[in-house]
């Protein structure tokens, strides 16, 4: 079946330091969207990302993302955390042209960014 | 822009007793979900269901119920709450598959 697999359960970075969050996935979809949701204490989650274009950098908030279809991988970077970042990270994929309405979530990832 | 209301933020049940959760959107998306949330095991899908009247079971359906009379709504039931099911339920709505979603803030699940 579909899968999204996010390595990490907990990361922690220092305040200035880069970030990476790491998400590979499985997938017989054809078109596919990509999307990265972030989760604040107590707050609904909420789109950070989304790309379906191979290759493309995608850029929002200081975070950015390239799908790379030829290695199965969608990871997350981010050149300098944030205090603020600190947060749950979910990697997710969902079908474009089929009669597929699922969208399938990884684990999560925790971001701990210290000061 | 829209939102989506999770009533009740948390809802406190006795073991073996039938709870609902309730959902509405004003995005007017024609797509819901319900997905569980546990800790290191991510978001799982109960139900969705893609237009008004329609249910179609996710990968975590037994146990629960869904309901979809109005486009702008979608409620859970919990058949029989048990210990082991104390989480955060989730709804979420989008407009088309491949479409971002959007989800509410969330109602716990806590069982006595």
């Known amino acids: 079946g579909d899968s999204v697999t996010q390595t990490e359960g907990l990361v922690t970075v220092t305040e200035g330091l880069p970030v990476k969050l790491n998400c590979t996935y499985q997938t017989t979809y054809l078109t596919i969207a990509f999307f990265w949701y972030v989760q604040y204490l107590n707050e609904a989650p909420q789109v950070l990302l989304k790309?379906?274009?191979?290759?493309k950098r995608t850029e929002h908030q200081g975070f950015h993302a390239t799908l790379h279809k030829s290695s199965s991988s969608f990871h997350l970077q981010k050149s300098s955390a944030q205090l603020s970042d600190s947060a749950l990270y979910y990697c997710a994929l969902s079908d474009r042209n089929t009669g597929n309405y699922k969208y399938v979530f990884g684990a999560g990832t925790r971001l701990k960014v210290i000061a | 822009g829209g939102i989506i209301t999770q009533t009740p933020k948390f809802l406190i049940g006795q073991e073996g007793q039938k709870l609902t959760l309730k959902c509405q959107q004003n995005f007017n998306h024609d797509t819901m979900y319900w997905y569980r949330q546990d800790s290191g095991k991510g978001l799982r899908l109960i139900y969705y269901?893609?237009?008004?009247?329609?249910?179609q079971k996710g990968d975590l359906s037994e146990g629960y119920d869904a309901s979809r009379e109005k486009k702008s709504s979608f409620s859970l039931t919990v058949t029989s709450a048990q210990k082991n099911e104390m989480a955060v339920f989730l709804c979420a709505s989008s407009m088309d598959r491949g479409n971002t979603l959007y989800f509410g803030e969330g109602s716990r699940l806590i069982v006595v």
């Open positions: 269901s893609i237009t008004e009247n329609d249910l």
């Open positions: 790309s379906s274009t191979d290759n």
